[in-house]
């Protein structure tokens, strides 16, 4: 399955974003999914994730309460609502794809990864 993440750009403290994660290639709905985030010399990191049916998904406790994802299969596309952005957000965010249904917390669980979309906040 082929992931192309998009939405990103430079944004102000306080703002908010929507990224998208448009699939090809595959069953999405086969699939669990999850966004993670790598900011400049730093590892990457878990943002979220979400099952294969949408029903049940979660996100980074560090970032409750200000992202939220959700999916569209019937148009193969997965989404993470960003709102009151702050510096700290400022990272390449990536989707990914993976054979476990349910999801995952762990990079090392996702088969296919998307490129890639930059956020960056910023005054």
């Known amino acids: 399955v082929q992931l192309q993440a998009s939405g990103g750009g430079l944004v102000q403290p306080g703002d908010s974003l929507s990224l998208s994660c448009a699939a090809s290639?595959?069953?999405?709905?086969?699939?669990?999914l999850g966004w993670f985030r790598q900011a400049p010399g730093k590892e990457r990191e878990f943002v979220g994730t979400?099952?294969?049916?949408?029903?049940?998904?979660d996100i980074a406790d560090s970032l409750k309460g200000r992202f939220t994802n959700s999916r569209d299969n019937a148009k193969n596309t997965a989404y993470l609502q960003m709102t009151d952005l702050k510096a700290r957000d400022t990272a390449v965010y990536y989707c990914a794809a993976t054979w476990r249904r349910s999801g995952s917390y762990h990079a090392t669980d996702y088969d296919w990864w998307g490129q890639g979309t930059l956020v960056t906040v910023s005054s």
């Open positions: 290639g595959g069953i999405f709905s086969r699939y669990g």
């Open positions: 979400i099952d294969w049916s949408g029903d049940n998904t």
